[in-house]
């Protein structure tokens, strides 16, 4: 079975300072791992995905196989970065590697 | 182009009632699925379709729940004789092809079951 777990429901930080929200999952075979981003009144969207190792908006995701994580981390969050984020999973090959599995959200709000 | 669209908007109904949820997807994506997003629950994936098949309906939580999709194009989620517990955002999500490498969402439909 596979499963996602991000600890954190909300987490606030002030403007400038660093963010790291936190996602673990729980998966037999060898994960595609995603995080989408849901801003106020806006449809959910991907934000990164691990194999693509990009930085999108000063965000980037680094996949831990042996601590089996994905933690996202901006260095400098900003006021705008203020929305709900979803760490997701899907399998790659197989049966099943076409569903998301997502992990519960955590709602980040950036303080002035 | 157009993205993922669903109607309607929001969505309120009495207990028992039927109602019907309609997703338009990306035009060309042959890969269709739906989520239900509930407070404190995240997003449960509920369908998915490739092509008009359904391979995977493991998410339907009750046989009250079902889907189709026709033309490769619209489908439509239905749910029968509602229960309170059926309230939820429910999501659309379209791809290019089966694999999940990005998947579109629409702004999904509000559900209020009373």
């Known amino acids: 079975a596979q499963r996602v777990t991000q600890p954190e429901k909300l987490l606030s930080v002030f403007k400038g300072a660093p963010v790291e929200l936190k996602c673990n999952y729980s998966y037999s075979g060898s994960p595609e791992l995603f995080w989408y981003v849901q801003y106020s009144r806006q449809r959910l969207q991907l934000l990164l995905r691990h194999i693509s190792r990009e930085s999108i908006k000063g965000f980037t995701a680094d996949l831990n196989k042996g601590e089996t994580s994905f933690h996202l981390k901006k260095p400098f969050a900003q006021e705008e970065d203020s929305a709900m984020y979803y760490c997701a999973l899907s399998g790659r090959g197989g049966g099943s590697n076409y569903k998301l599995t997502f992990g519960k959200g955590t709602l980040l709000t950036v303080n002035p | 182009g157009a993205g993922v669209s669903q109607s309607p908007s929001n969505k309120v109904t009495e207990k028992g009632k039927d109602v019907e949820l309609r997703c338009d997807p990306i035009s060309g994506h042959t890969a269709l699925y739906w989520y239900r997003q509930s407070l404190g629950q995240g997003l449960e994936f509920l369908i998915y379709f490739q092509g008009n098949s359904a391979p995977d309906k493991s998410g339907l939580p009750s046989d009250r729940f079902s889907a189709e999709r026709t033309g490769g194009s619209v489908s439509t989620l239905t749910i029968q004789r509602t229960q309170q517990e059926d309230s939820a955002v429910y999501l659309c999500?379209?791809?290019?092809?089966?694999?999940?490498?990005?998947?579109?969402f629409g702004p999904g439909t509000r559900l209020t079951v009373t």
């Open positions: 999500a379209s791809s290019l092809d089966r694999t999940p490498t990005e998947q579109y």
